[in-house]
């Protein structure tokens, strides 16, 4: 079976949540080099240590040497730029961030030509593809872009929601959200695009949601909504990062769209 041995990944978005669990997986598949980036240094350095010490209490096994991390806004390009130039060569590219600009109104209101309603395409689809971009990727390797949940958990709880309000909303479109819809159709667009142009360096995008929040989170609200997932719980970061271990791994694909759901796409209407 394929490994992550001899390979370097950078994970952006990978101080917590999604991102840390793949890239624990990733240092649990044998990378040679593991870097984690985000934009917060005190959270940067807080995961940096976590991830040390759950690779040694579950592997036994220390993994100093083999992991890193960087700072980084991704909305600021030249910082982008830069960033891949000082790493230079890499194998993998994995993108779990999925932008911080989440937008709600009327779209006739929206004044087009404001940052805010150029936020969302700024701060998921630009960054994104600006991350592909600079990337140096090595023959054999891959980028794999996220489209994450839409709504915070915060918004739900007030809210009935049908099925698609959260997660990707673009194949199943909901009032007001017009221009996070169109941020993220795009960047599933141009994934296969890039799959085209960047080829043989494969390009995927994976789709998740819920992940379970961290101690402290909304556990209540999860409770909830395990019985609206055909697997019956909603998945945890762990679950989730195999999919993106295997996007890594596997050379054989290239422009697909994963969707990691636990069967919620299935269920029938969600009810608070």
């Known amino acids: 079976m394929s490994t992550l041995s001899g390979k370097t990944v950078l994970v952006i978005g990978g101080s917590s949540g999604i991102g840390f669990a793949v890239a624990l997986g990733s240092l649990k598949s044998n990378a040679e080099r593991v870097i984690i980036a985000s934009s917060s240094q005190d959270r940067v350095a807080n ?3 976590r991830l040390k010490a759950r690779y040694t209490t579950e592997t036994g096994s220390s993994a100093e040497g083999r992991v890193d991390s960087r700072v980084i806004d991704v909305t600021n390009h030249a910082a982008v730029k830069a960033l891949f130039a000082e790493l230079g060569e890499i194998d993998h590219l994995v993108l779990t961030y999925t932008g911080n600009s989440f937008i709600f109104g009327d779209f006739k ?3 087009l030509s404001s940052a805010k309603a150029r936020s969302p395409m700024d701060s998921r689809y630009w960054s994104s593809l600006q991350a592909a971009q ?4 090595k023959p054999g390797g891959s980028i794999t872009f996220t489209i994450g949940l839409f709504l915070r958990l915060s918004c739900l709880e007030n809210a009935k929601l049908t099925r698609g309000a959260e997660g990707s909303v673009f194949h199943n479109p909901i009032k007001k959200y017009s221009l996070n819809v169109g941020s993220t159709g795009a960047l599933d667009a141009a994934t296969r ?6 080829a043989p360096i494969r390009v995927n995008i994976l789709w998740d949601r819920f992940p379970i929040p961290p101690p402290g989170g909304r556990e209540e609200f999860i409770r909830k909504l395990n019985k609206y997932h055909l697997v019956g719980h909603v998945g945890t970061p762990e679950e989730v990062a ?9 050379g054989f694909i290239t422009g697909e769209t994963i969707k990691v759901e636990g069967g919620r796409g299935l269920e029938a209407v969600l009810q608070f």
């Open 47 to 49: 995961a940096l240590e």
């Open 134 to 137: 600079s990337a140096q990727i």
């Open 193 to 198: 695009a890039l799959a085209v142009e960047l």
């Open 109 to 111: 209101e929206f004044d």
């Open 242 to 250: 195999e999919a993106y271990l295997f996007l890594m791994k596997c």
